[in-house]
């Protein structure tokens, strides 16, 4: 199973991204996804999760309303809309790929990674 992150970049505090996580060699439908990420000098962190039919969708409070977590089954596709960025969402953001339909906040729900995407918010 391989993940493949992209979207990242720099932006404004206040502006948009859009990222895109794309998995290819499995039953992508049949996985719940997961965001996360790491800020330099901290631990990485739970962003957002939605089940493989998203049913089921889940946020960290510090991007609750503001990010929007989504999947394209059609295309393998796991999406994260981030809107209204702030600096202290700078860092690396990962995608996650679980073993079953429904997962966790935790990093250890997730048996497949991609390599990170950076994102800078500049104040």
């Known amino acids: 199973v391989q993940l493949q992150a992209s979207g990242g970049g720099l932006v404004q505090a206040g502006g948009s991204l859009r990222l895109s996580c794309a998995v290819s060699g499995s039953t992508f439908d049949k996985r719940a996804m997961g965001w996360f990420r790491q800020a330099p000098g901290k631990e990485r962190e739970f962003v957002a999760a939605?089940?493989?039919?998203?049913?089921?969708?889940t946020y960290a409070d510090s991007v609750k309303v503001r990010f929007t977590i989504s999947r394209d089954n059609t295309k393998s596709t796991a999406y994260l809309q981030m809107n209204s960025l702030k600096p202290e969402d700078t860092g690396v953001y990962y995608c996650?790929?679980?073993?079953?339909?429904?997962?966790?906040?935790?990093?250890?729900?997730?048996?497949?990674w991609g390599q990170g995407t950076l994102v800078t918010v500049s104040s």
């Open positions: 996650a790929a679980a073993s079953g339909g429904y997962s966790g906040r935790g990093a250890n729900d997730y048996a497949y």
């Open positions: 939605i089940s493989w039919s998203s049913g089921v969708i």
